[in-house]
C-alpha cells in the first residue's frame, strides 16, 4: 500500500472515535441522582411535601451536605476565602424556585484567616412556589426536580466540587419522610428581629447598632456575620459591649473592600448557642471610604491587570488589541510546529511531501488541503469551546484531552496507526474496492485529514505567544474570537504551505525509493510513544484501574486487528474469537476507563509543591512569603517538559528557598471550575502558565516555555 492511502484509511476509520468522545462530552458525566459521595462529602438532595405538589401547595427542597471531620464548606458571604454553595434548578414550567434560606453560619479560623460556613452536616433548604400554570398531566404523577450544585469544600487544603441531583415528588401524595430535617434546618435559619439597627461608617470602621434582640442574650458575647461579602476584616479583632438592652460593636473595615451597602443585613448569633440566629437589616449612615479595585480579584493582581494586562513579562500600559492578538496568534501556530505535541504527526507530512517530490500540482494542492484542514479544525475546535463556556461550562484550551473518553479515543487512534505503519495489516484489506478506488482519485482527503490530526495532537499545547491571544479570545465577541482561532491555524500550516507552493522545496526532497517502506515502519515507534503517554495521561485521570483497563484493551484491539489479516478458515475462526474477548473485556473493566479517581491522590506534587486551591495565594502572601503557582496538567508535554528541566534545576530549587518561595501546583488534567477561573483572571485559558507573586511587586506572567534564565532573573526581583 503506498503512503497515500496511510493518513485517510486510517483517520476516516478512526477519527470517529475522537468525534464520538467530543460529541459525548456531557453525556460521559454521571447521571443525575439524589446522592453524590465524595471523599470529604455526602451530597443529597431532598423533599418535604407532606401535603403533595399539587398547586398552591408548600413544597421544600434542599441539598443536605454531610462534611467528613474537619471538613467545611461556605455561607452565602464566605469571609476571607471560598465560595458560596450555588444551586441550579430545572424545574417543570409554572414550578419556581426561591433562593437558600440559609442557616446560621458559624466562624472557621484557618491560620491568619476567618471564614464563615458549616461543619458537620448542614441543610440548605428552598422553597417551591406551584402556581397554577403548574399543570400535570392525568399521566404524570410525579413533579420532576434536577439540580446542578456546586461547593467548595475544605480543610487546609481546598477542593471544587459537584453533583447533578434528580428526585420525583408525588403531585397528589405525600412525601414527608425527611420532615424532621427540614424543621431542623427551619430552627437554624435566623429569627428575624422587630428592633432598630444601624450601621454607622465611623473612618476604617463601622459601628454597628442593634436593639429588639431577645432578653437572654443581654451581657452575653454574640457572633456576627453580616451577609454583604467583602465590607469587614472577617479575622481582625473587634470590640463589641451591651449598652442597656442594645448591643454595639466597632468592626474595622478591609484594606480590600469592594462593597459599600445603603443597608446591611447582618446575622447574630449566641456563643452559647452558636446555632440559634437573629436577622436585621441595617441601615447604613457616613460615607464609606473608596474601595478596591476589583471584586474576585487578589489587590497584587489587580495591580498587575491595570498596569500591564498581565501580557507574559512585557512592561506594557497598552491593552492587548485585536490586531496584537491575532499577530501573537500567528506566530504562536508557526511555534506549534515545533511543540512535543506535533512530532508525531510531522513523519506523516514528510512522507507526503516526499510523495509528490515529482508531481508539483499535486504538491500544491496537498498543502493546500493540509492548510484548510488544519484552519478548519481550529475555527471548529474554537467554536465548540466557545459554544459550551456560552451554555455555563468552565472550559479552556485542550479541554477536550480532560475527559477520560477522549484520551482512550486518542490512544486507541494512535495504537492502530502504529499497528499500520508498523505493517500488521493494510487498510486496503479492509475498505470495499470502491471506497479504495474513490479515496486514490482524492488525495486531497487524505492531506486534509491529516490536518485535522495534527489540530487533534496540538491542541493541548499552548505555544509561546499563544496564551494571552487565547485569553483574550474567549473575552470577545464570537466573530472575533474565531477570528484568532483561525489564525492560530493560519500559523500552523505556514511552513507547510510555503513548502508546497515554493518549487525549490520540492527538488531538495529526498527521491521516493524503497527507504521509504524503512522509514515508515521506524515511524511506528513515535506513534507507540504517544500512546504510552495518552495512557499515562489517562492514569492521571482514572487511576491505576483505568490505565490498565485501556492497555488490556489495546492488546485485544491489536488482536482482533491481527486476526483479520489471516486468511481462509484460520480468520473464520479466530477473528470472532478475537471479537468476543474484546467485547467480553470492554463489558468488564471499560467502565474503569471513564471512573474519576479521587483528586486527592491524583498527581501527587512531591515534598516541595503544595496542591493550589482557590484563596491560598492571598493566605500565603498574608504571612510574607513569596508565591511561584505552576498551572500544569498531565495531558500538556511542554508542561511536563518543563517540570524535568528548568523547574527541577538544582539552581532554580535553591533560588527558590533562598527567597522563600512556596511553591503551589494547580492540576488542570481534569476538570476544575475554580483553575479555570484563575487562568482566566489572568487573561489566560490554556497550560502552560507560571505565576510569581510577592506581597510587594504584581505578579509576573512567565513564558510558556520556561528557561532557567527566565525563572532566577524573575526571582532576582524579589
Known amino acids: 500500500m503506498t503512503l497515500k492511502h ?17 460529541s459525548t462530552w456531557a453525556s460521559a ?47 452565602k458571604n464566605p469571609g476571607d476565602s471560598g465560595l458560596p454553595t450555588q444551586l441550579t434548578w430545572t424545574l ?18 484557618i491560620g491568619s484567616l476567618a471564614n464563615y460556613g458549616f461543619e458537620g452536616t448542614v441543610l440548605l433548604p428552598v422553597q417551591l412556589t406551584i402556581t397554577p400554570d403548574f399543570k400535570p398531566s392525568l399521566l404524570q404523577s410525579d413533579l420532576s426536580i434536577q439540580l446542578k450544585a456546586t461547593w467548595l469544600v475544605c480543610r487546609k487544603e481546598c477542593i471544587p466540587q459537584d453533583g447533578e441531583f434528580l428526585i420525583r415528588v408525588p403531585v397528589r401524595g405525600s412525601t414527608a419522610i425527611n420532615g424532621a430535617v427540614f424543621a431542623a434546618a427551619e430552627q437554624a435559619q435566623p429569627r428575624r428581629i422587630q428592633g432598630q439597627s444601624s450601621v454607622t461608617v465611623d473612618g476604617q470602621q463601622i459601628k454597628v447598632s442593634v436593639n429588639g434582640l431577645p432578653a437572654k442574650l443581654q451581657g452575653q458575647t454574640l457572633g456576627f456575620f453580616p451577609e454583604t461579602p467583602e465590607v469587614i476584616e472577617t479575622a481582625a479583632p473587634w470590640i463589641q ?40 437589616e441595617a441601615e447604613v449612615s457616613g460615607n464609606w471610604p473608596a474601595v478596591a479595585a476589583a471584586t474576585g480579584v487578589s489587590p497584587a493582581l489587580a495591580a498587575a491587570l491595570q498596569a500591564n494586562a498581565l501580557v507574559t513579562q512585557t512592561p506594557s500600559t497598552l491593552p492587548l488589541s485585536l490586531w496584537a492578538a491575532m499577530l501573537g496568534a500567528l506566530i504562536g501556530g508557526l511555534i506549534l510546529n515545533l511543540m512535543p505535541c506535533v512530532l508525531p504527526v510531522l513523519a506523516i507530512k514528510v512522507m507526503s511531501f516526499t510523495r509528490h517530490a515529482d508531481d508539483q500540482r499535486g504538491h500544491r494542492i496537498s498543502g493546500l488541503a493540509y492548510s484548510a484542514g488544519v484552519v478548519l479544525s481550529f475555527v471548529a475546535l474554537g467554536a465548540l469551546l466557545l459554544g459550551l463556556r456560552s451554555a455555563g461550562e468552565q472550559l479552556g484550551w485542550g479541554f477536550q484531552l480532560q475527559s477520560p473518553l477522549v484520551v482512550a479515543g486518542m490512544a486507541t487512534l494512535f495504537t492502530v496507526i502504529g499497528l499500520n505503519l508498523a505493517g500488521l495489516f493494510e487498510f486496503g484489506s479492509f475498505l470495499p474496492s470502491r471506497l479504495a ?7 486531497a482527503v487524505n492531506a486534509f485529514l491529516s490536518g485535522m490530526l495534527a489540530v487533534a495532537i496540538a491542541s493541548p499545547c499552548t505555544a509561546p505567544f499563544m496564551g494571552a491571544s487565547l485569553g483574550l479570545a474567549l473575552g470577545l465577541p464570537a466573530s472575533q474570537a474565531l477570528l484568532i482561532f483561525g489564525t492560530i491555524g493560519v500559523g500552523m500550516a505556514l511552513p507547510y504551505l510555503a513548502a508546497s507552493l515554493i518549487p525549490a522545496v520540492a527538488r531538495a526532497l529526498p527521491r521516493p525509493g524503497a527507504w521509504m517502506d524503512t522509514f515508515r515502519r521506524a515511524m511506528a515507534f513515535p506513534m ?55 467485547a467480553l473485556l470492554t463489558g468488564a473493566i471499560g467502565s474503569n476507563i471513564t471512573q474519576i479517581s479521587n483528586p486527592g491522590t491524583v498527581a501527587p506534587t512531591g515534598e516541595r509543591w503544595q496542591t493550589w486551591a482557590p484563596g491560598k495565594v492571598e493566605q500565603v502572601l498574608a504571612t510574607g512569603s513569596p508565591v511561584f503557582v505552576d498551572f500544569t496538567a498531565a495531558w500538556c508535554v511542554t508542561c511536563q517538559y518543563n517540570k524535568r528541566t ?19 501546583r494547580a492540576d488542570w488534567t481534569r476538570r476544575d471550575p475554580a483553575i479555570t477561573a484563575a487562568l482566566g483572571q489572568l487573561g489566560r485559558n490554556g497550560v502552560p502558565v507560571y505565576v510569581l507573586y510577592s506581597a510587594t511587586n504584581p505578579p509576573v506572567v512567565l513564558s510558556e516555555i520556561l528557561s532557567v534564565n527566565e525563572v532566577r532573573a524573575a526571582l532576582a526581583t524579589l
Open 528 to 582: 507507540f510513544a504517544t500512546v504510552v503517554w495518552l495512557v499515562w495521561v489517562l492514569g492521571q485521570q482514572s487511576g491505576i484501574n483505568g490505565a490498565g483497563a485501556m492497555l488490556a484493551l489495546l492488546v485485544a484491539l491489536a488482536l482482533v486487528i491481527w486476526s483479520f489479516t489471516l486468511a481462509g478458515r484460520t480468520r473464520l475462526i479466530i477473528a470472532p474469537i478475537s471479537i468476543a474477548i474484546s
Open 92 to 109: 417543570p414550567p409554572g414550578v419556581i424556585a426561591g433562593d437558600i434560606a440559609w442557616p446560621t453560619p458559624e466562624k472557621i479560623r
Open 646 to 664: 528548568t523547574l527541577a534545576d538544582a539552581s532554580v530549587m535553591a533560588d527558590l528557598d533562598t527567597k522563600g518561595v512556596t511553591l503551589l
Open 29 to 75: 458525566q454521571k447521571p443525575p441522582q439524589s446522592v453524590v459521595t465524595t471523599e470529604q462529602v455526602r451530597a443529597e438532595l431532598m423533599a418535604h411535601a407532606p401535603d403533595g405538589a399539587d398547586p398552591g401547595k408548600t413544597v421544600w427542597v434542599g441539598l443536605q451536605l454531610a462534611h467528613q471531620p474537619e471538613w467545611h464548606s461556605y455561607w
Open 437 to 443: 478506488t474513490l479515496e486514490s482519485k482524492n488525495p
Open 241 to 280: 459591649a451591651w449598652q442597656g438592652n442594645v448591643w454595639t460593636a466597632s468592626v474595622p473595615l478591609s484594606a480590600h473592600r469592594t462593597q459599600s451597602p445603603t443597608v446591611m443585613p447582618l446575622v447574630l448569633s449566641a456563643e452559647a448557642a452558636p446555632h440559634e440566629g437573629f436577622v436585621t
Open 6 to 22: 496511510l493518513s485517510s484509511r486510517l483517520l476516516t476509520a478512526t477519527l470517529l472515535i475522537a468525534s464520538l468522545a467530543l
